[in-house]
């Protein structure tokens, strides 16, 4: 269960106006039990990566990026904080091997999960024509 504070952290209006986290980040954070601050610390820099990503694509149009790896990478950042919530408010780097454990080995089982089936993905596209 979302606590209140944590919900507001996610969803309140705020001035200058800061644009959602994705959800699947939105999820995570719920249900690690983000610190509410935490939460809005990510909002803040996902905002502030959008709109990097939206300047640059725009001043650079050439430049290839992937921009929803750079506002997933904004909006999970920090998330080893959650283990360590007094770098919310002070100096500390103990979130950072926090965060690989509790984010990326989640996520390393989620993509053995996903390429387990790359082969049949492949062999679908394969079934159908270069040309129509």
């Given at each position: 269960?979302?606590?209140?504070?944590?919900?507001?952290?996610?969803?309140?209006?705020?001035?200058?106006?800061?644009?959602p986290?994705?959800?699947?980040?939105?999820?995570?954070?719920e249900?690690?039990?983000?610190?509410?601050?935490?939460?809005?610390h990510?909002?803040?820099?996902?905002?502030?990566?959008?709109?990097?990503?939206?300047a640059?694509?725009?001043?650079?149009?050439?430049?290839?990026?992937?921009?929803?790896?750079?506002?997933?990478?904004?909006?999970?950042?920090?998330?080893?904080?959650?283990?360590?919530?007094?770098?919310?408010?002070?100096?500390?780097?103990?979130?950072?091997?926090?965060?690989?454990?509790?984010?990326?080995?989640?996520?390393?089982?989620?993509?053995?999960?996903?390429?387990?089936d790359?082969?049949?993905?492949?062999?679908?596209?394969?079934?159908?024509?270069?040309?129509?």
């Amino acid at each position: 269960m979302t606590s209140d504070s944590l919900r507001r952290a996610l969803t309140a209006p705020a001035d200058p106006p800061l644009r959602p986290l994705p959800e699947q980040v939105v999820a995570l954070l719920e249900t690690l039990h983000a610190p509410p601050r935490l939460a809005a610390h990510l909002r803040a820099v996902h905002e502030v990566a959008a709109q990097l990503t939206d300047a640059v694509a725009v001043r650079f149009p050439q430049l290839p990026f992937d921009r929803e790896a750079v506002l997933f990478g904004a909006a999970t950042h920090d998330v080893g904080k959650v283990r360590h919530p007094e770098e919310l408010s002070g100096p500390g780097s103990a979130h950072e091997p926090a965060g690989y454990e509790s984010v990326f080995l989640d996520l390393d089982d989620i993509l053995d999960r996903i390429a387990a089936d790359a082969d049949l993905r492949l062999a679908f596209q394969a079934t159908h024509p270069v040309r129509g």
